[in-house]
Protein backbone atom coordinates (compact mmCIF):
# COMPACT_ATOMS: atom_id res chain seq x y z
CA UNK A 1 0.00 0.00 0.00
CA UNK A 2 1.18 3.18 -0.87
CA UNK A 3 2.23 5.87 1.70
CA UNK A 4 -0.20 8.54 2.25
CA UNK A 5 2.51 11.16 2.71
CA UNK A 6 3.93 10.03 -0.45
CA UNK A 7 1.02 9.56 -2.52
CA UNK A 8 0.21 13.40 -1.25
CA UNK A 9 3.69 14.64 -2.49
CA UNK A 10 3.15 12.59 -6.14
CA UNK A 11 -0.05 14.47 -6.41
CA UNK A 12 0.81 17.79 -5.61
CA UNK A 13 3.21 17.63 -8.40
CA UNK A 14 1.03 16.66 -11.37
CA UNK A 15 0.75 20.12 -12.54
CA UNK A 16 4.44 20.62 -13.05
CA UNK A 17 4.93 17.06 -14.35
CA UNK A 18 7.82 16.42 -11.50
CA UNK A 19 8.89 16.66 -8.24
CA UNK A 20 10.47 19.06 -7.04
CA UNK A 21 13.45 18.59 -4.91
CA UNK A 22 12.86 19.25 -1.33
CA UNK A 23 9.70 17.23 -2.12
CA UNK A 24 11.70 14.52 -3.63
CA UNK A 25 13.64 14.45 -0.47
CA UNK A 26 11.23 14.03 1.67
CA UNK A 27 9.77 11.16 -0.32
CA UNK A 28 12.78 9.52 0.22
CA UNK A 29 13.29 9.62 3.46
CA UNK A 30 9.94 7.74 4.00
CA UNK A 31 11.07 5.02 1.71
CA UNK A 32 14.10 4.97 4.38
CA UNK A 33 16.54 6.22 2.22
CA UNK A 34 19.84 8.75 3.54
CA UNK A 35 19.42 12.56 2.36
CA UNK A 36 21.83 15.53 3.43
CA UNK A 37 20.07 18.03 6.14
CA UNK A 38 18.48 20.69 4.17
CA UNK A 39 16.35 23.79 4.45
CA UNK A 40 14.18 25.25 2.01
CA UNK A 41 14.62 28.66 2.40
CA UNK A 42 12.16 31.54 1.41
CA UNK A 43 14.39 34.34 2.78
CA UNK A 44 17.91 35.05 3.15
CA UNK A 45 17.43 35.09 6.98
CA UNK A 46 16.19 31.88 7.15
CA UNK A 47 19.27 30.37 4.83
CA UNK A 48 21.42 32.50 7.25
CA UNK A 49 19.86 30.70 10.64
CA UNK A 50 20.20 27.31 8.96
CA UNK A 51 24.16 28.18 8.19
CA UNK A 52 24.65 29.44 11.90
CA UNK A 53 22.93 25.84 12.65
CA UNK A 54 24.79 23.60 10.86
CA UNK A 55 28.03 25.56 9.60
CA UNK A 56 30.16 25.60 6.49
CA UNK A 57 30.51 24.64 3.99
CA UNK A 58 27.13 24.46 2.57
CA UNK A 59 25.25 23.67 -0.60
CA UNK A 60 22.48 26.02 -2.37
CA UNK A 61 20.22 24.96 -5.37
CA UNK A 62 17.14 27.10 -6.88
CA UNK A 63 13.85 25.53 -6.41
CA UNK A 64 10.99 26.51 -9.05
CA UNK A 65 8.83 24.78 -10.66
CA UNK A 66 10.00 26.31 -13.94
CA UNK A 67 13.30 24.85 -13.68
CA UNK A 68 14.22 21.14 -14.29
CA UNK A 69 17.93 21.27 -14.85
CA UNK A 70 19.64 23.81 -12.20
CA UNK A 71 22.73 23.60 -13.94
CA UNK A 72 21.53 25.20 -17.17
CA UNK A 73 20.35 28.40 -15.93
CA UNK A 74 23.44 28.42 -13.03
CA UNK A 75 21.15 27.41 -10.11
CA UNK A 76 23.55 25.53 -8.34
CA UNK A 77 26.41 26.58 -5.98
CA UNK A 78 28.61 24.21 -4.15
CA UNK A 79 31.32 24.85 -1.27
CA UNK A 80 29.85 27.72 0.00
CA UNK A 81 31.75 28.99 2.66
CA UNK A 82 30.60 32.26 4.31
CA UNK A 83 27.22 34.59 4.98
CA UNK A 84 27.93 36.82 1.98
CA UNK A 85 28.28 34.17 -0.39
CA UNK A 86 24.84 32.38 0.42
CA UNK A 87 23.25 35.29 0.43
CA UNK A 88 24.74 36.49 -2.51
CA UNK A 89 23.39 32.76 -4.09
CA UNK A 90 19.78 33.64 -2.80
CA UNK A 91 19.52 36.89 -4.30
CA UNK A 92 20.88 35.48 -7.62
CA UNK A 93 18.85 32.66 -7.39
CA UNK A 94 15.39 34.92 -6.89
CA UNK A 95 15.93 36.32 -9.99
CA UNK A 96 15.50 33.09 -12.16
CA UNK A 97 12.46 32.44 -13.86
CA UNK A 98 9.44 30.98 -10.74
CA UNK A 99 11.37 31.67 -7.94
CA UNK A 100 9.88 29.75 -4.85
CA UNK A 101 12.52 29.56 -2.63
CA UNK A 102 16.50 28.02 -2.16
CA UNK A 103 17.76 24.73 -0.99
CA UNK A 104 20.64 25.00 1.65
CA UNK A 105 21.95 21.68 2.32
CA UNK A 106 24.79 20.30 4.00
CA UNK A 107 28.39 19.44 2.56
CA UNK A 108 28.59 14.97 1.88
CA UNK A 109 31.88 13.49 0.72
CA UNK A 110 32.24 10.13 -0.72
CA UNK A 111 32.29 7.95 -3.84
CA UNK A 112 30.28 9.40 -5.94
CA UNK A 113 27.45 6.67 -7.60
CA UNK A 114 24.53 7.02 -9.71
CA UNK A 115 21.38 5.25 -9.02
CA UNK A 116 18.30 5.58 -10.86
CA UNK A 117 15.05 4.36 -12.05
CA UNK A 118 12.78 4.09 -15.60
CA UNK A 119 9.88 2.24 -16.16
CA UNK A 120 10.22 0.57 -18.86
CA UNK A 121 6.65 0.25 -20.54
CA UNK A 122 7.56 -3.51 -22.13
CA UNK A 123 9.72 -4.48 -19.30
CA UNK A 124 8.46 -2.79 -16.34
CA UNK A 125 10.80 -0.86 -13.81
CA UNK A 126 14.32 -1.36 -14.20
CA UNK A 127 17.48 0.29 -11.59
CA UNK A 128 20.57 0.80 -12.77
CA UNK A 129 23.61 1.33 -10.57
CA UNK A 130 26.58 3.71 -12.04
CA UNK A 131 29.80 5.23 -11.18
CA UNK A 132 29.41 9.03 -11.03
CA UNK A 133 31.55 11.91 -10.85
CA UNK A 134 33.65 14.03 -13.17
CA UNK A 135 34.30 10.98 -16.00
CA UNK A 136 30.66 9.75 -15.66
CA UNK A 137 29.76 10.87 -18.98
CA UNK A 138 33.25 8.89 -21.00
CA UNK A 139 33.58 5.95 -19.10
CA UNK A 140 29.64 5.26 -19.27
CA UNK A 141 29.90 2.56 -16.34
CA UNK A 142 26.61 1.13 -15.31
CA UNK A 143 24.67 -1.73 -14.61
CA UNK A 144 20.85 -2.56 -14.86
CA UNK A 145 18.14 -5.36 -13.52
CA UNK A 146 14.36 -5.45 -13.49
CA UNK A 147 12.88 -4.39 -10.35
CA UNK A 148 12.03 -5.58 -7.70
CA UNK A 149 16.15 -6.45 -6.55
CA UNK A 150 17.24 -8.66 -4.30
CA UNK A 151 20.44 -8.80 -2.37
CA UNK A 152 22.16 -10.91 -5.07
CA UNK A 153 20.72 -9.04 -7.63
CA UNK A 154 22.76 -6.21 -5.69
CA UNK A 155 25.75 -8.13 -5.54
CA UNK A 156 25.93 -8.98 -8.85
CA UNK A 157 25.42 -5.17 -10.02
CA UNK A 158 28.72 -3.90 -7.82
CA UNK A 159 30.78 -7.08 -9.32
CA UNK A 160 29.31 -5.80 -12.92
CA UNK A 161 30.96 -2.27 -12.70
CA UNK A 162 34.48 -2.26 -14.05
CA UNK A 163 35.33 0.31 -11.54
CA UNK A 164 34.04 -2.48 -8.67
CA UNK A 165 37.63 -1.82 -7.26
CA UNK A 166 36.57 1.52 -6.41
CA UNK A 167 34.25 0.72 -3.77
CA UNK A 168 36.16 -2.71 -2.58
CA UNK A 169 39.15 -0.34 -1.45
CA UNK A 170 41.61 0.86 -4.27
CA UNK A 171 45.22 1.91 -4.12
CA UNK A 172 44.90 2.92 -0.16
CA UNK A 173 41.18 4.67 -0.34
CA UNK A 174 38.97 3.26 1.94
CA UNK A 175 35.84 0.48 0.96
CA UNK A 176 32.61 2.42 1.09
CA UNK A 177 29.89 0.56 2.66
CA UNK A 178 28.36 -2.61 1.28
CA UNK A 179 25.98 -2.79 3.55
CA UNK A 180 24.64 0.49 3.40
CA UNK A 181 24.72 0.28 -0.38
CA UNK A 182 22.83 -2.70 -0.58
CA UNK A 183 20.20 -1.22 1.77
CA UNK A 184 19.98 1.86 -0.34
CA UNK A 185 19.47 -0.02 -3.31
CA UNK A 186 17.16 -2.21 -2.02
CA UNK A 187 15.09 0.42 -0.50
CA UNK A 188 15.11 2.73 -3.84
CA UNK A 189 13.93 -0.70 -5.81
CA UNK A 190 10.99 -0.95 -3.22
CA UNK A 191 10.24 2.63 -3.29
CA UNK A 192 10.08 1.91 -7.13
CA UNK A 193 8.11 -0.90 -7.41
CA UNK A 194 5.42 1.16 -5.13
CA UNK A 195 5.30 4.12 -7.41
CA UNK A 196 5.93 2.37 -10.92
CA UNK A 197 2.25 3.25 -12.14
CA UNK A 198 2.83 6.77 -11.43
CA UNK A 199 6.88 7.49 -12.27
CA UNK A 200 8.56 7.86 -15.91
CA UNK A 201 12.03 7.75 -14.09
CA UNK A 202 13.87 8.66 -10.84
CA UNK A 203 17.43 9.88 -10.80
CA UNK A 204 19.37 10.37 -7.75
CA UNK A 205 22.87 11.46 -8.80
CA UNK A 206 24.91 12.12 -6.95
CA UNK A 207 25.04 9.44 -4.29
CA UNK A 208 27.59 9.92 -1.64
CA UNK A 209 29.09 7.04 -0.15
CA UNK A 210 31.74 6.48 2.21
CA UNK A 211 32.01 3.51 4.94
CA UNK A 212 29.43 4.41 7.08
CA UNK A 213 26.51 5.76 5.01
CA UNK A 214 25.12 6.60 1.35
CA UNK A 215 23.51 9.93 1.07
CA UNK A 216 21.45 10.82 -1.78
CA UNK A 217 22.61 14.57 -2.70
CA UNK A 218 20.20 15.57 -5.39
CA UNK A 219 17.42 13.64 -6.53
CA UNK A 220 14.94 14.35 -9.63
CA UNK A 221 11.53 12.27 -10.17
CA UNK A 222 9.20 12.64 -13.24
CA UNK A 223 5.65 11.73 -13.06
CA UNK A 224 4.36 9.84 -15.83
CA UNK A 225 2.49 11.94 -18.87
CA UNK A 226 -1.22 10.82 -18.58
CA UNK A 227 -2.12 12.72 -21.92
CA UNK A 228 0.84 10.38 -23.70
CA UNK A 229 -0.51 8.05 -25.63
Not at 105 to 114: D, N, P
Not at 163 to 181: C, D, S, T
Request: glycine share 8%.
Amino acid sequence: MLNNKIRTILASAEETGWVLEPEAKHLLVLAGLKIPRFILATTPEEALQFAAEIGYPLAAKVVSPKILHKSDVAGVAVGIESDEILEAAFHRFSALDGFSGMLVEEMVAGLELIIGAKIDYQFGPVILLGMGGTGVEIYKDATMRMAPLKETDVRSMISGLRAHQLLEGFRGRPPIGMEALTRTLLDFSDLVMEVSDRIESADLNPVMCTADACIVADARILLQNKDKG
